[in-house]
T-cell receptor
């Protein structure tokens, strides 16, 4: 079974400041990890994913995340926040089960607010 | 860029009525999913579909729900007798591969309101 915990349902940063959104996972098998972003009244857009190559993963819009097995974490960061980054961010995990196509288990989401 | 599409974008229905939510996955994708998001809550897995059969379903996906890929392009979710608690945003997703290249692409969702 897999699960993710996102610490902080709401995060507020100033424009230009570092963005750090936290995600910890639990998985009985080696995980695949994802961050998705949801803008108001829109669907889910993939930001980045970890599947087993580099532990530091770069995504779209300047976001990156680092897989740390020892800490079971996959925190999302961006060096400098922009107003357009305001959205809800979801961390998700799936298991590495061969075949069948694995379901995503989502965290509860973190609403990012960017202030001037 | 190919994308997953869903229709309708919004649907209002009376309790007890049947609804069919439609999705057109990305062409040549092999795996298909439905998820839902009740307002203010997290996205929850409903069902996955591969090789013309359900590969996994959640506890939510009871006998009132069914999925179908009727014509090789559409992927539908049917709710036979809707309940108030079925009100949610329903997302369809599709994926080409399982494994290292695994990425699920989501549609924009159908907002279902049951009155």
């Amino acid at each position: 079974a897999q699960s993710v915990t996102q610490l902080g349902s709401h995060v507020s940063v100033s424009e230009g400041a570092l963005v750090l959104l936290r995600c910890n996972y639990s998985s009985s098998v080696p995980p695949y990890l994802f961050w998705y972003v949801q803008y108001p009244n829109q669907g889910l857009q993939l930001l980045l994913k970890y599947t087993s190559a580099a532990t530091l993963v770069k995504g779209i819009n300047g976001f990156e995340a680092e897989f740390k097995k020892s800490e079971t974490s996959f925190h999302l960061t961006k060096p400098s926040a922009h107003m357009s980054d305001a959205a809800e961010y979801f961390c998700a995990v799936s298991g590495r089960v061969t075949g069948g196509g694995n379901k995503l288990t989502f965290g509860t989401g973190t609403q990012l607010k960017v202030e001037l | 860029e190919p994308e997953v599409t869903q229709t309708p974008s919004h649907q209002v229905t009376q309790m007890g009525q049947e609804v069919i939510l439609r999705c057109v996955p990305i062409s040549n994708h092999l795996y298909f999913y439905w998820y839902r998001q009740i307002l203010g809550q997290k996205v929850e897995f409903l069902v996955s579909f591969y090789n013309n059969e359900i590969s996994e379903k959640s506890e939510i996906f009871d006998d009132q729900f069914s999925v179908e890929r009727p014509d090789g392009s559409n992927f539908t979710l049917k709710i036979r007798s809707t309940k108030l608690e079925d009100s949610a945003m329903y997302f369809c997703a599709s994926m080409l591969f399982s494994g290292e290249q695994e990425t699920q692409y989501f549609g924009p969702g159908t907002r279902l309101l049951v009155l």
